[in-house]
Nanobody
Framework: QVQLVESGGQLVQAGGSLRLSCVAS???????MGWFRQAPGKGREFVAA????????YYADSVKGRFTISRANAPNTIYLQMNSLKPEDTARYYC????????????????????WGQGTQVTVSS
């Protein structure tokens, strides 16, 4: 059983920065890890993902140029550096992971992932 634990969410002013962390533990063949978010009354949307081997990264258009996903030196740990935060970035951010290869497509959809964390709340005030 893979467990994903997120941290780093908090209240921040518009224009500010935050760094989210996610650690995956348990027996796990890491193919890709990523972040989704869900605002009140909205569906869960893709934010960013990274393939563990090779380090290819993928971003939603809404965060490209402001957010950066990266791997930590620690095993199965990723970060999401969020800069120039906007009130519309307010959401619960969920870490996710996929253990098997995904062929001929980028890991951008909820159905592409096997495991999910409980989420961490990010609130951006205007």
């Amino acid at each position: 059983q893979v467990q994903l634990v997120e941290s780093g969410g908090q209240l921040v002013q518009a224009g500010g920065s935050l760094r989210l962390s996610c650690v995956a533990s348990g027996p796990f063949n890491n193919y890709a890890m990523g972040w989704f978010r869900q605002a009140p009354g909205k569906g869960r949307e893709f934010v960013a993902a990274i393939k563990w081997s090779g380090g290819d990264t993928y971003y939603a258009d809404s965060v490209k140029g402001r957010f950066t996903i990266s791997r930590a030196n620690a095993p199965n740990t990723i970060y999401l550096q969020m800069n120039s935060l906007k009130p519309e970035d307010t959401a619960r951010y969920y870490c996710t992971a996929r253990s098997s290869p995904l062929y001929y497509k980028q890991p951008r959809e909820r159905a592409d992932y096997d495991n999910w964390g409980q989420g961490t709340q990010v609130t951006v005030s205007s």
